[in-house]
């Protein structure tokens, strides 16, 4: 696709495939007193009353300041993007392609960049930095062992354990066939929604733990417009739940009121 070839040439340095393969897999209001009294001090006992409760509740509530936004969200990144336009376009299923050929090669090309974006800001991403897999206040994800077992990583080896999970997904002739003739499987859909909602994990942890990076070394432009397409493919396909997107809502409402998705 023109947008994957045009994406690609903004980077150069390779992706972490090699080491993913060599990978095993794996939430009363302080009142004013007033005085009432029939005598002619009533009116100044109340303005008393109510200075000194004001007063009390001013020095026993701290002030909380508000939260900042996010860069993402801010100007004027929240509008920066390499594609003019809407994506909606480019996602829908061309005329005599096959629905699981076409939602197997975007698949390949989604995982393909985010790999490639991934190595490129990985170097930010230490145990240091991001010691648990967040993405916003209140998300915070868990990877499932083989036994079901939810256990806590750091960012980086969460989304290394993504990356190789679906690199060995991709490579599976069972669930993507590449021999003419050989039917994807009856499990596919669900295969690729789980996909999806764990690439979208990775995007949200770098819009809220490495936009900084990306914007330094300018690729603000690509990385809004690749996760402009991700979602619009996403949505035309029914990949993801709302609930899933619920870390970059307020982004993907914002690209939905400018027209990208």
Same mark, same amino acid.
């Given at each position: 696709m023109s947008f994957f070839n045009n994406f690609g040439r903004g980077f150069g340095r390779s992706s972490r495939k090699n080491k993913q393969q060599q990978q095993q897999q794996q939430s009363t209001p302080t009142q004013a007193s007033f005085i009432r009294t029939s005598s002619s001090h009533s009116s100044v006992q109340s303005t008393i009353s109510n200075s000194s409760s004001h007063l009390k509740a001013s020095s026993n509530n701290q002030y909380?300041?508000?939260?900042?936004?996010?860069?993402?969200?801010? +100007?004027?990144?929240?509008?920066?993007?390499?594609?003019?336009?809407?994506?909606?376009t480019i996602v829908v299923l061309p005329k005599y392609?096959?629905? *699981?050929?076409?939602?197997?090669? =975007?698949?390949?090309?989604? &995982?393909?960049?985010? =790999?490639?974006?991934?190595?490129?800001?990985?170097?930010?991403?230490? $145990? +240091?930095?991001?010691?648990?897999?967040?993405?916003?206040? *209140? &998300?915070?994800?868990?990877?499932l062992d083989g036994s079901k077992k939810q256990i806590r990583f750091p960012a980086s080896r969460y989304i290394d354990l993504v990356l190789t999970w679906t690199n060995n997904k991709l490579n599976d002739q069972s669930i993507f066939p590449t021999k003419a003739g050989v039917p994807f499987p009856p499990s596919?859909? $669900? @295969?690729? +929604? /789980? @996909?999806?909602? +764990?690439?979208?994990? @990775?995007?949200a942890h770098i819009y809220y733990n %490495?936009?900084?990076?990306?914007? %330094?070394? =300018?690729?603000?432009?690509?990385? /809004?417009? &690749?996760f402009a397409h991700f979602i619009s493919f996403s949505k035309e396909f029914e990949l993801l739940d709302r609930r899933d997107t619920e870390p970059l809502r307020e982004l993907i409402e914002s690209f939905e009121a400018q027209g990208k998705v």
């Open positions: 909380v300041p508000p939260v900042p936004k996010p860069m993402f969200l801010s +100007q004027p990144f929240v509008r920066t993007a390499l594609v003019k336009g809407s994506f909606k392609v096959d629905m *699981g050929e076409w939602l197997a090669l =975007n698949t390949f090309e989604f &995982f393909t960049y985010l =790999n490639s974006i991934y190595g490129i800001i990985s170097e930010f991403c230490t $145990v +240091q930095s991001c010691p648990t897999m967040s993405a916003g206040p *209140g &998300f915070d994800y868990t990877w596919f859909p $669900v @295969i690729l +929604q /789980n @996909i999806f909602k +764990q690439l979208f994990r @990775i995007f %490495h936009f900084d990076a990306i914007v %330094h070394m =300018n690729l603000e432009a690509h990385w /809004n417009s &690749f």
